[in-house]
């Protein structure tokens, strides 16, 4: 089993930023793929984005693309997703969840990934 831990939400206006971090205790991040999902009151859980282990390629839901940006930094074993230009439809809590190899596999994410306990945002005026 791995503990992932989120932190970084919060209360923002709309047009501001926020920075989520990532991290598991005890667990070398840098080959696996870790993303954030996000469910928002009364809708599914989605997929935002994705960072691939290795080689870090990235992968970002349509509606967040130009905004959110997802990064790893090895050195300190986490993983960080740097929301800007925040909408009200952003409000949502959102998971980091760590894969049990490289790829950004969404499916294989939701159903055997390592789930942190989510770490709410909310944009509103």
């Known amino acids: 089993q791995v503990h992932v831990v989120e932190s970084g939400g919060g209360l923002v206006q709309p047009g501001g930023s926020l920075r989520l971090s990532c991290s598991a205790e005890g667990r070398n991040l840098e080959p696996y793929a870790i993303a954030w999902f996000r469910q928002a009151p009364g809708k599914e859980r989605e997929e935002v984005s994705c960072?691939?282990?290795?080689?870090?390629?990235?992968y970002y839901k349509d509606t967040v693309e130009g905004r959110f940006i997802i990064s790893r930094d090895n050195a300190k074993n986490a993983v960080f997703l740097q929301m800007n230009d925040l909408k009200f439809e952003d409000t949502a809590t959102y998971y980091c969840?760590?894969?049990?190899?490289?790829?950004?596999?969404?499916?294989?994410?939701?159903?055997?990934?390592?789930w942190g306990q989510g770490t709410q945002v909310t944009v509103s005026t």
């Open positions: 969840v760590i894969d049990r190899a490289g790829g950004c596999d969404y499916d294989l994410l939701r159903s055997f990934g390592f």
């Open positions: 960072i691939a282990g290795t080689i870090p390629n990235t």
